[in-house]
């Protein structure tokens, strides 16, 4: 899978799978800007995608994926440095309601979605205009596999990654041919952002995967750099888990 001559922008970059994204497509000859909220962590996240990939060009940029200022200028700081942007990476998530929806705070949800969805539009719009109604390219988002069956606890979440799943399905049909739109759905993977499902329990979490263990940030990377390649040329509109077989079993618990 080669990317040289192309760039991507991967957003929720600055750790765990949106870092593991980035330095996938960066070891490919992408060059690649990535983004999150802090400048600081970004940083730092430059650092190591250029000691896993040394020569990569990589361009940090922080802004809050909730802003519409920030991603205005996110896609604009990457095309003016890079000349382009082939292959966007909707990575942002976030979760701040745990439980029984009927408990839930509203404000909360109205967040979830408003980050989880609308943003991952929005970025896509930027991304549109900026480059790829004139010259193609791939846009991925990161749903779940709690987006594809219920799960209880993380309820909330769950809808708005199904919600972020449908999204990508109109998106493949109304900008193909020359923009491809997949989703991938990772299970549980071991990232700060995970560490409430599987912190003290790992090996009791990891026994209801049939592949007996919980994903690595590196296992999502390599299957997002697959569908941003020319390998999947004809994919689209799809939603590829990546689950180590969890959903066979018919549960996510």
Do not use: C
């Not at 957003?11 to 983004?35: D, Q």
């Not at 745990?98 to 609308?118: E, H, Q, S």
């Not at 069956?149 to 990654?161: D, H, L, M, N, W």
Request: aromatic content about 6%.
């Amino acid at each position: 899978m080669t990317f040289t001559g192309k760039t991507a922008l991967v957003t929720g970059a600055s750790r765990g799978i949106g870092l593991a994204i980035a330095t996938e497509l960066a070891r490919g000859g992408a060059a690649v800007a990535i983004s999150a909220r802090k400048q600081d962590a970004l940083d730092t996240a430059a650092d190591d995608i250029r000691a896993a990939v040394p020569g990569a060009r990589v361009l940090p940029v922080a802004g809050n994926t909730g802003q519409d200022d920030d991603r205005a200028a996110v896609v604009e700081r990457t095309v003016a440095e890079f000349g382009g942007l082939d292959v966007l990476v909707n990575n942002t998530g976030i979760n701040p309601v745990y439980g029984p929806l009927m408990d839930a705070d509203l404000t909360a949800v109205r967040k979830i979605f408003d980050t989880n969805v609308v943003a991952a539009l929005g970025f896509v719009q930027l991304a549109y205009r900026a480059w790829m109604a004139e010259h193609g390219g791939v846009v991925i988002n990161i749903a779940s596999v709690a987006g594809l069956r219920s799960s209880g606890v993380i309820a909330a979440y769950g809808a708005s990654k199904a919600a972020l799943i449908r999204l990508t399905e109109e998106l493949a049909w109304q900008l193909g041919p020359r923009i491809r739109v997949n989703a991938v759905a990772p299970a549980v993977v071991k990232t700060r952002f995970a560490e409430a499902l599987y912190t003290d329990r790992e090996t009791d979490a990891a026994d209801a995967y049939p592949l007996k263990r919980l994903g690595e940030p590196e296992d999502v990377g390599r299957l997002v750099a697959f569908l941003a390649s020319d390998q999947a040329a004809w994919i689209s509109g799809e939603t590829v888990r990546v689950d180590g077989g969890l959903l066979a079993t018919g549960t996510l618990g």
